[in-house]
């Protein structure tokens, strides 16, 4: 088992990273969260591939278990369905010192973490990622949120989970356009801050359990130096500002990670339309992008998807954040202003 602790400023924890993890899952939640009763959440395609093992080593573990499945989906980050996690909690009787399990991918650790993070003011989670996307980000750094009709994540808390438990072979049954969203986000981290890494994925040498927890270790140094975004944590959303723009102006049509590979090929075209990246790492970065079967291209116009942009939780004393590659492995931060933004955008898309 590979292990990396997250030292966050509101709380540490371990992530958990190996083959066959899921059967020490109940053993996992007692130790590190004391909880005697637990609640599955899951979604409709997880749960019954996983859902009984979940329930079992929990029971096994002397816990009093209850599970809730959702439809599969970003359209279940959703008011409505925040709202029916925490009346079937709280029909279910669950106290502070229960827990919440989220077992999926990004949309079921956002939703539960959000629902736990807010139930009776908190009560655990502990996050189990069954996708690419979860185990390398979303299941890590205590961000949780749900979408409203507006925008994206638009709701939401930093809130910790007690541990997170990645069972690699859960991955195996993970459909192939997921697995390829999965790594839109790894290559996020190799353009960020580790070119060794990029090289390993140009060559295709590199195993799950490592990639995983390379990524993990970068984003818990970050998460330790910044956990609620204010700054340095603001290079995790490189590729992120113009995705949720494509992703949201697509209706979801595009998954998370795919609509981040086209943010993080439009940034490095404008990175490089600005004399900042050099065009052999921009084609590099987009050929990486299109061998993992990602899409670095748009349709939409600057106009189509400058609506959105503005929506962007990043913006922030009226300055929005733009992630800019300078290198392979090197990323700097750069306020900018609505107009600025837009003339960005523009570049993205030439
Ligand atoms: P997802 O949760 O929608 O899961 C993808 C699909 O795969 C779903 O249909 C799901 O049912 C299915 N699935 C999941 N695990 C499976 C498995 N092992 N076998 C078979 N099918 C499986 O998508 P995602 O890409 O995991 O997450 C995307 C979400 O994560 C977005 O809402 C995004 O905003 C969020 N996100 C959050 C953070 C954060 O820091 N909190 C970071 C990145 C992304
Ligand atoms: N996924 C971006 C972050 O966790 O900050």
């Known amino acids: 088992m590979r292990c990396v602790t997250v030292n966050a400023p509101s709380g540490s924890y371990e992530v958990r990273i190996g083959a066959g993890l899921l059967e020490s899952l109940g053993a996992g939640v007692r130790a590190c969260t ?54 079937f909690l709280a029909a279910n009787r669950f106290t502070r010192s229960d827990c919440v399990v989220a077992l999926g991918g990004g949309v079921t650790g956002d939703l539960s973490g959000f629902a736990a993070a807010t139930y009776q003011r908190g009560i655990a989670c502990v996050q189990v990622p069954t996708t690419l996307l979860a185990a390398v980000d979303s299941s890590v750094g205590g961000k949780t949120a749900i979408d409203l009709p507006q925008g994206k994540n638009q709701v939401g808390a930093f809130y910790q989970p007690a541990l997170v438990l990645c069972d690699t072979d859960t991955l195996n ?30 060559k295709d040498d590199i195993e799950p359990g490592e990639v995983i927890e390379t990524c993990v270790r970068r984003k818990a140094e970050i998460v330790a130096e910044d956990e609620r975004d204010t700054g340095r944590r603001r290079l995790l959303n490189l590729g992120h500002t ?11 049509a595009l998954l998370h990670g ?93």
Do not use: Q
């Open 34 to 87: 004391g909880a005697k009763r637990c609640a599955v959440i899951a979604g409709e395609n997880v749960f019954p591939l996983y859902g009984e093992r979940a329930l079992g080593s929990l029971r096994s573990a002397g816990l009093e278990t209850a599970s809730l499945v959702f439809p599969a989906g970003e359209a279940t980050k959703c008011l409505r369905r925040y709202g029916e996690l925490l009346e």
């Open 242 to 252: 113009f995705g949720h723009a494509v992703e949201s102006r697509s209706a979801y």
């Open 258 to 350: 795919e609509a981040v590979a086209v943010g993080m090929a439009m940034i490095c075209r404008a990175a490089c339309a600005e004399g900042l990246l050099a065009p052999d790492d921009r084609d590099a970065v987009i050929a990486l992008l299109r061998a993992f079967g990602l899409p670095t291209e748009t349709a939409y116009s600057a106009d189509e998807l400058y609506d959105a942009l503005l929506l962007d939780k990043k913006i922030s004393g009226g300055r929005l954040h733009l992630i800019v590659p300078r290198a392979i492995g090197s990323c700097d931060i750069l306020p900018l202003t609505a107009e600025e933004a837009y003339k960005w955008l523009e570049a993205g898309l030439r």
């Open 173 to 202: 049954t993970l459909p192939g356009r997921e697995l390829r969203a999965g790594f839109a986000e790894v290559v996020k981290y190799a353009v960020l801050g580790d070119r060794a890494l990029f090289e390993k994925l140009r």
